[in-house]
Nanobody
Framework: QVQLVESGGGSVQAGGSLRLSCAAS????????MGWFRQAPGKEREGVAA????????YYGDSVKGRFTISQDNAKNTLYLQMNSLKPEDTAMYYC?????????????????WGQGTQVTVSS
């Protein structure tokens, strides 16, 4: 069973930066994709970023392109999301997520597993 535990959320002023981390365990197969999605109160879930297992392909949601960077440390089984130039509209619960499958599902942020989430609040 895949287990994902997020950390690193918090409150920051607009223009600031945060780095989220996700400790992952329980992977059985090698063709996995990991990423992040977010959900704000009253809004639909939004795919933020994803990275295919070999690290060669990354995907970003349109609203975060150029500001957020996803990366992974396979030796530590840890996923990161570096968030720069944060905006109030980035305020949401951020979830670390994963799926087994091809790059198509990865690019569609079609995750099957996720953690408990970490809150990010950006004030103006």
């Amino acid at each position: 069973q895949v287990q994902l535990v997020e950390s690193g959320g918090g409150s920051v002023q607009a223009g600031g930066s945060l780095r989220l981390s996700c400790a992952a365990s329980g992977y059985t197969y090698s063709n996995y994709c990991m990423g992040w999605f977010r959900q704000a109160p009253g809004k639909e879930r939004e795919g933020v970023a994803a990275i295919y297992f070999d690290g060669g392909i990354t995907y970003y949601g349109d609203s975060v392109k150029g500001r957020f960077t996803i990366s992974q440390d396979n030796a530590k089984n840890t996923l990161y999301l570096q968030m720069n130039s944060l905006k109030p509209e980035d305020t949401a619960m951020y979830y670390c997520a994963a799926l087994y499958g091809g790059s198509g599902r990865c690019g569609a942020f079609d995750f099957s597993y996720w953690g408990q989430g970490t809150q990010v609040t950006v004030s103006s």
